[in-house]
């Protein structure tokens, strides 16, 4: 693991969006950054250039976090783990379509950010 590697946080739940912080800085991430909405993480993505994102698929605003994926990946291949209280089958079949590199379902713990994560990343 290299607390050098840039996460992006995407997640429009404030508390959430810390706890999130919080547990990577535990495991040794340092370079974290948050953002709040669809549009808010496109141009982070484009200013910051992160190594991951982490991607809240049910963001509020005009640009949900699939929509915000697809057009990360539009722009380059920043791998994205989606973040999601929401697994029907129609939600899921949609974010599949940009290959993402995983998937943690809400409640959040950090076994499963630090299982994620450390896959992305390697």
Do not use: C, H
């Amino acid at each position: 693991m290299s607390s050098k590697k840039k996460i992006l946080i995407v997640e429009d739940e404030g508390i959430v969006s810390i706890d999130i912080q919080n547990i990577l800085r535990k495991l040794g991430y340092n370079f974290i950054e948050l953002a709040f909405t669809g549009e808010d993480a496109l141009n982070k993505t484009q200013d910051w250039n992160p190594d991951l994102i982490l991607m809240d698929i049910g963001l509020k605003g005009d640009i949900d976090g699939i929509e915000a994926a697809i057009r990360v990946k539009n722009r380059g291949n920043t791998p994205i783990i989606f973040l999601t209280g929401f697994a029907d089958d129609n939600t899921l079949a949609r974010a599949n379509k940009i290959n993402p590199v995983g998937y943690i379902i809400k409640p959040i713990n950090n076994k499963d950010i630090d299982d994620a994560v450390s896959k992305a990343l390697s």
